[in-house]
């Protein structure tokens, strides 16, 4: 009988350390740039400097990514490789996130350089812990199943921790503003809270995650030379990369402009934590059932029926009047999609590992991964520029009431919101699509081979 080291202990430790991480992650990317708008009101000159250096700093760190993934995976502690780099990047990441929500002790172009450096050493602490913390998942299991049991739970973690932050940041911001009689500090408190959230979690997936010990054969350092080699011969990397890039850059840039929407052009900025509860619960319920219809459905079809939701959400989004009920309607039917397609760019990514391993006979889980943070900063940058560019073309950017936006200004901001995302996540089905070809059958004879060759010495 084969042994199996999958352990409910790992699948419970391991998907709680992402709550904190994703309010963090949320925080920063989605309500950063909210905060320099409408918190600390920075001029129009100046945020045209902050869009540039946010999208410069995201696409270095991004190119990053992939040299930080072979620093994993040459590492050797008595702790492994993930966990020094997972606890490093966790720290460094919050201190940086409560520096970035400080209230202002400088002013004009002052604030805009330490805003820089800041902003660019945060993006490089996470990605420190987030390649290392995601790149453990496919060392835990290699069973498809599996790692969907345990890949859903970690994304239900998440999205608890995302949609946390995308419902709570008004209504707690605001009464801590009702206590400290700030918004700037209200802020900062909030940012603070939310790092020990993120501490927290990291220390349970620190001491409670079990890594299953000899299960391939050892290898050698991968370098810096063959990081090139390792992205661009695995075929199916480069198409999972391609097509996780451009679903991310318009699922970030839908988001960006949330709370934006609920401000100026629905005019009731506290209907958006409403709203967010209600697209928390239908992501959640969406990670909840994924693996019924896993069951029942193969990851082909699970992807067309999840963009068929994204389509028919953002089409009746666009078109629906300023009425909650058909705007939850669609919001439901467009993050159901989301989280199905979202959980399964992760389960695409992890299996391109065996198929790199078996195809150019070294496995380089941290490399692969890196690829992530690269896809989500990428898509960061491109989706935040997009949003940046549009609130201050439409005049948002100076708008103190919804009465100061223009009509042609909110026609501008709903085009940025649905028409330019949806472009973006069909090109993604579409590459997905024709050339992913991972299926269940693929998949299984790879393993069978792995095994045959004696690269895999047992099962997990």
Request: net charge neutral; glycine share 8%.
């Given at each position: 009988m084969e042994k199996r080291t999958y352990s409910k202990r790992n699948h419970f430790t391991f998907g709680l350390g992402t709550i904190g991480r994703d309010m963090v992650y949320t925080l920063v990317s989605s309500y950063l740039i909210f905060y320099?708008?409408?918190?600390?009101?920075?001029?129009?000159?100046?945020?045209?400097?902050?869009?540039?250096?946010?999208?410069?700093?995201?696409?270095?760190?991004?190119?990053?990514?992939?040299?930080?993934?072979?620093?994993?995976?040459?590492?050797?502690?008595?702790?492994?490789?993930?966990?020094?780099?997972?606890?490093?990047?966790?720290?460094?990441?919050?201190?940086?996130?409560?520096?970035?929500?400080?209230?202002k002790t400088a002013t004009g172009y002052q604030y805009v350089a330490g805003f820089a450096l800041v902003y660019l050493?945060?993006?490089?602490?996470?990605?420190?812990?987030?390649?290392?913390?995601?790149?453990m998942l496919p060392s835990l299991t290699f069973n498809q199943k599996e790692r969907e049991k345990l890949g859903a739970f970690a994304r239900i973690c998440a999205n608890i921790g995302l949609f946390f932050v995308v419902a709570g940041i008004v209504p707690i911001t605001h009464w801590i503003e009702g206590q400290t009689g700030s918004l700037p500090q209200a802020y900062f408190i909030f940012a603070i809270g939310i790092v020990g959230v993120m501490w927290v979690g990291q220390l349970i997936t620190l001491f409670g995650v079990k890594q299953p010990q000899n299960v391939?054969?050892?290898?050698?350092?991968?370098?810096?030379?063959e990081l090139f080699h390792i992205i661009l011969k695995n075929d199916q990397?480069?198409?999972?990369?391609?097509?996780?890039?451009?679903?991310?850059?318009?699922?970030?840039?839908?988001?960006?402009?949330?709370?934006?929407?609920?401000?100026?052009?629905?005019?009731?900025?506290?209907?958006?934590?409403?709203?967010?509860?209600?697209?928390?619960?239908?992501?959640?319920?969406?990670?909840?059932?994924?693996?019924?219809?896993?069951?029942?459905?193969t990851r082909e079809k699970l992807y067309k029926m999840g963009t068929i939701l994204v389509v028919l959400g953002y089409i009746l989004f666009f078109i629906s009047p300023m009425d909650m009920r058909i705007i939850g309607i669609a919001g439901?039917?467009?993050?159901?999609?989301?989280?199905?397609?979202?959980?399964?760019?992760?389960?695409?990514?992890?299996?391109?590992?065996?198929?790199?391993?078996?195809?150019?006979?070294?496995?380089?889980?941290?490399?692969?991964?890196s690829l992530q943070p690269l896809i989500n900063k990428m898509g960061g940058a491109i989706g935040g520029s997009i949003v940046s560019v549009v609130i201050i073309l439409s005049g948002i950017a100076e708008a103190k009431t919804p009465d100061d936006v223009t009509q042609g200004g909110l026609w501008l901001m709903k085009i940025g919101m649905f028409i330019i995302p949806l472009i973006f996540i069909l090109m993604g089905y579409v590459v997905y699509h024709f050339k992913y070809k991972i299926d269940k059958a693929t998949y299984d004879r790879i393993i069978k081979e792995l095994k045959e060759r004696g690269e895999i010495k047992r099962d997990s």
């Open positions: 320099l708008t409408d918190v600390i009101a920075l001029g129009k000159d100046l945020l045209w400097w902050i869009a540039a250096i946010m999208l410069g700093a995201r696409v270095f760190d991004a190119l990053n990514d992939p040299i930080m993934g072979v620093v994993v995976d040459n590492t050797r502690t008595r702790f492994g490789k993930f966990k020094p780099w997972i606890a490093v990047g966790a720290f460094l990441s919050g201190i940086l996130t409560i520096l970035l929500f400080m209230p050493l945060w993006g490089i602490a996470f990605t420190i812990n987030d390649i290392s913390y995601w790149s391939f054969n050892e290898q050698s350092s991968t370098s810096v030379k990397l480069l198409y999972v990369v391609i097509s996780m890039s451009l679903f991310m850059i318009g699922y970030v840039t839908t988001t960006g402009f949330g709370l934006y929407f609920f401000k100026y052009a629905y005019g009731n900025e506290s209907m958006y934590s409403m709203f967010a509860i209600i697209l928390g619960i239908s992501q959640l319920f969406a990670l909840a059932v994924f693996q019924f219809f896993s069951n029942n459905m439901v039917m467009l993050f159901f999609g989301q989280a199905f397609i979202q959980l399964l760019m992760l389960m695409f990514l992890a299996d391109s590992i065996e198929y790199g391993h078996w195809k150019l006979g070294k496995r380089n889980e941290s490399v692969t991964f």
